[in-house]
């Protein structure tokens, strides 16, 4: 089983709101990461973590915080998000770090209003 | 020079045709390789891993050459199914994805 899950399929979302994106695998993955997909572009990687513990953070803005509360969930919390942040947000989990195949979640796609 | 450059597309074929996709990578520390494909709106799907010696998985074929640090992709008689953009992805620390070309397969 390869499946990677997001919830929630769609958000639109406030400047002044906070919410949260989730993600779950159980695949017994120990590495998770969270990418940024606007149209016509490739994905570009936002963070990484590493069994449990964040290993990269791709100079993504505070607004964006990420969580990993066990091995198998990822969270992204955002807050005072910008409409330029809205795009397609990704989640992948590979077998144990960043030289593995990356298996992706269905998305979650943001629109910031 | 990009980290991984791919053929410009979009590539525009008939059922049948066979269609080859190559892509260039600068850093020649690079470990794995891969291609992946994206269907219009949906996350990216694992294709193929890329391995030195060539590997084959039905109509696909996939070859490294880390001296020219180039791979490609070939489609042997393509199918409207395999419509999508095809993503040469190259890990040297973090998955760097090239731009991706896009593959129209008409009847």
């Known amino acids: 089983d390869t499946e990677v899950t997001q919830t929630p399929k769609h958000l639109v979302m406030g400047m002044t709101n906070k919410k949260s994106l989730k993600c779950e695998q159980h695949?017994?993955?120990?590495?998770m990461y969270w990418y940024k997909q606007k149209a016509k572009k490739p994905p570009e990687l936002m963070f990484v973590y590493s069994y449990e513990k964040l290993s990269i953070n791709e100079s993504v803005p505070s607004r964006f915080s990420p969580e990993c509360p066990n091995s198998s969930l990822l969270n992204l919390h955002l807050h005072a998000l910008q409409p330029e942040d809205s795009a397609l947000y990704l989640c992948?989990?590979?077998?144990?770090?960043?030289?593995?195949?990356?298996?992706f979640g269905p998305g979650t796609r943001l629109t910031v209003t | 020079r990009k980290e991984v450059e791919q053929d410009p597309g979009p590539f525009n074929v008939p059922e049948g045709a066979t269609v080859a996709f190559n892509c260039t990578y600068s850093?020649?520390?690079?470990?794995?390789f891969f291609w992946y494909r994206q269907d219009c709106r949906k996350e990216p799907k694992l294709l193929m891993s890329v391995y030195s010696s060539g590997n084959e998985d039905g109509r696909f074929t996939a070859q490294l050459n880390r001296a020219s640090q180039y791979i490609s992709l070939l489609i042997r008689d393509s199918k409207l199914s395999d419509s999508a953009t095809y993503l040469c992805?190259?890990?040297?620390?973090?998955?760097?994805f090239g731009q991706g070309t896009e593959l129209s397969v008409k009847p």
């Open positions: 992805v190259v890990n040297g620390g973090k998955l760097i």
């Open positions: 992948a989990s590979s077998q144990v770090g960043e030289m593995d195949e990356q298996y």
């Open positions: 850093n020649s520390a690079s470990q794995s």
């Open positions: 695949m017994g993955h120990r590495a």
